[in-house]
C-alpha cells in the first residue's frame, strides 16, 4: 500500500507527524484550553453525558475516515495510516521525556500560539502530502474538496460549532484561549498546505 505513495509525500508526513507530536506534547497540552473538532466533541460528551472518550472518540474518528476514503480514495487512506500511526510513535517517544519549557502551564496564552504553530506547521505538512493524523483533517479534508472550500474555513467551520457547545460549560477565558488556538492553527495549516507540492 505505502509503496505506491511518492517518496516526498512519506517524509512530508513523517515530518508533520514529528512536529504535530512534539507541539501537542511539549506545548499545547500546558495551554489548559479545550479542542475545537473532534477532541473537543469527545469533552463535550463526557461533560454532559459521561461518554468516555475513548468510546466517543473512536466511533467519531472511523466516521471522518470511511468518509475521507469515500471521498478522497485509498491513496488518502494510505497517507492518513503512515501519518496517524507516526504521530503515535513520536508521541510515544516524547513522553519518555519531561516537557522541555514546562515554565508555558503558568503562561496558557503564550502555550495556546506558540502550540497552534507547532499543530499547524505539522498537520499542514500531513495534509499537502495527502494523509490526515486524526479525524479532525480528515473531516476538513473531506469538506474542503466536497464543497471546494478553503481548508482553512473547513477547519474553522467544524472547530467553531464544537466551540459554540463548548461554551455550556466553559469559562470564558479558556473559550477565547480556546478560540485562539483554533482559528491560529487552522490558518496556518492552511497557509502550509497551499504550498505547490512537487512530489504529486
Not at 36 to 53: D, E, V, Y
Not at 139 to 149: N, Q, V
Request: aromatic fraction near 12%.
Amino acid at each position: 500500500m505505502f509503496r505506491k505513495i511518492p517518496w516526498g509525500r512519506v517524509c512530508s508526513n513523517i515530518l508533520g507527524s514529528a512536529i504535530l507530536a512534539f507541539g501537542l506534547y511539549n506545548v499545547h497540552a500546558l495551554s489548559g484550553v479545550t479542542e475545537g473538532g473532534i477532541l473537543g466533541m469527545t469533552l463535550l460528551l463526557r461533560h454532559w453525558l459521561g461518554i468516555s472518550p475513548a468510546l466517543s472518540g473512536f466511533v467519531m474518528n472511523a466516521a471522518c475516515y470511511c468518509l475521507g476514503l469515500r471521498v478522497l480514495g485509498r491513496g488518502f487512506l494510505a497517507c492518513s495510516a503512515l501519518s496517524g500511526g507516526c504521530f503515535s510513535l513520536f508521541y510515544g517517544l516524547f513522553e519518555q521525556f519531561p516537557p522541555l519549557w514546562p515554565q508555558l502551564a503558568a503562561m496558557p496564552l503564550t502555550a495556546a500560539v506558540v502550540g497552534a504553530l507547532f499543530v499547524g506547521v505539522g498537520v499542514g505538512l500531513c495534509v499537502r502530502a495527502g494523509g490526515a493524523p486524526s479525524g479532525d483533517d480528515a473531516l476538513a479534508m473531506t469538506l474542503s474538496k466536497a464543497l471546494r472550500w478553503d481548508i482553512r474555513w473547513a477547519y474553522l467551520a467544524s472547530d467553531l460549532i464544537v466551540l459554540a457547545l463548548s461554551a455550556t460549560y466553559l469559562d470564558y477565558k479558556r473559550l477565547i484561549l480556546s478560540l485562539l488556538t483554533v482559528v491560529l492553527s487552522g490558518q496556518v495549516i492552511g497557509v502550509v498546505q497551499g504550498f505547490s507540492w512537487k512530489g504529486k
